[in-house]
Nanobody
C-alpha cells in the first residue's frame, strides 16, 4: 500500500526558503512520477512540480520555475521540494502525490496522480 507523508511546512517571511519532504513507502524500485501540488483557500489545486523516479526528468509550473526545485533521494525514498525566494502568493497547503507504477512522460497529466499525502501548510507573510 502506497503511503506518502509530508513534513517541513511552516511560516516564513517573503524572500525566505523552506524545504518540504515527503516520505514514501509501498513502492518498489519501479517507474512512477511524483509531484508536488498546492491549494490555497478558495482556489483550485495546482500542480507545481513533477519528477520521474527513473530518469529524473523534472517539470515546473511557470508560477514556481526558477525558485523551486523538486528532487528525490532514492535510497531514503524521500521526495523533496526546495523552495527559495518565497512570496506571499506561495501560501498554501502543499501536497505530495504519486502516480501508479508505469512509464509516464514528463510532464504527466496532473490527473494521473492517484496517491496523496495529508498535506503540510506553508505560510509566507511579513
Amino acid at each position: 500500500q502506497v503511503q506518502l507523508v509530508e513534513s517541513g511546512g511552516g511560516s516564513v517571511q517573503p524572500g525566505g526558503s523552506l524545504t518540504l519532504s515527503c516520505a514514501t513507502s509501498g513502492y518498489t524500485d519501479r517507474s512512477v512520477n511524483m509531484a508536488w501540488f498546492r491549494q490555497s483557500p478558495g482556489k483550485e489545486r495546482e500542480g507545481i512540480a513533477q519528477i520521474n523516479t527513473v530518469g529524473g526528468l523534472t517539470y515546473y509550473a511557470d508560477s514556481v520555475k526558477g525558485r523551486f526545485t523538486i528532487s528525490r533521494d532514492t535510497s531514503e525514498k524521500t521526495l523533496y521540494l526546495q523552495m527559495n525566494n518565497l512570496k506571499p502568493e506561495d501560501t498554501a497547503m502543499y501536497y505530495c502525490a504519486a502516480t501508479p507504477v508505469g512509464f509516464y512522460g514528463v510532464p504527466a497529466s496532473w490527473a494521473a496522480f492517484r496517491y496523496w499525502g495529508q498535506g503540510t501548510q506553508v505560510t509566507v507573510s511579513s
